[in-house]
């Protein structure tokens, strides 16, 4: 497979994702647990798709700080899959999403830093974690940690778009 498929397929993946995750609180109440459970997952498996297009595309120019960040991502999305087992008691699943959110932090510092591309992801990845901190630290738990999460989707669509357009320049 070519390298332009895989950004694009990487691309489409990271819209997807990042569009169901926007959108996917309108259809939960609607759903039963195995469906949004699986929603959960096929969030998260595009998300991972669009993650590793990312370090595809500037994993060379990030280096090892982008690659340590990737890592720590990859991570992140292990742990949330696996917070319902509780690991760190009631606040695993808010222990697991911050580690995500610290690794794209990594990644989007680390691509700012060098004026890669993802530079609109990368400047929302951030926002999501700091307006999920000022959420911590206020104790907001509704609109803070709404807001914070529509920015890392958001985040995860531009770096959607980014990726097929990456993908379109390099067969021109």
Do not use: N
Not at 11 to 23: E, N, P, Q, T
Not at 71 to 97: D, K, M, N
Not at 99 to 120: D, E, H, Q
């Amino acid at each position: 497979m070519r390298r332009q498929t895989i950004w694009r397929l990487a691309g489409v993946a990271a819209v997807l994702g990042g569009l169901i995750d926007l959108l996917g609180p309108l259809a939960y109440p609607h759903l039963t647990d195995p469906a949004r459970l699986s929603t959960y997952v096929l969030i998260d498996l595009l998300l991972l798709f669009g993650m590793l297009g990312v370090q595809s595309v500037a994993g060379r120019l990030m280096g090892w700080p982008g690659l340590v960040g990737f890592v720590i991502a990859v991570g992140g999305v292990l742990l949330v899959r696996t917070s319902a087992a509780g690991i760190w008691g009631a606040a695993s699943y808010t222990v697991a999403s911050a580690v995500w959110s610290i690794g794209m932090v990594v990644v989007g510092t680390t691509l700012l830093a060098r004026k890669g591309p993802f530079r609109a992801a990368s400047a929302l990845w951030i926002a999501a974690f700091v307006i999920g901190l000022a959420g911590l630290a206020l104790k907001d738990q509704g609109l803070a940690h709404r807001l914070a999460g529509w920015c890392f989707a958001l985040g995860f669509i531009a770096a959607g778009v980014i990726l097929a357009r990456t993908a379109s320049r390099a067969e021109a």
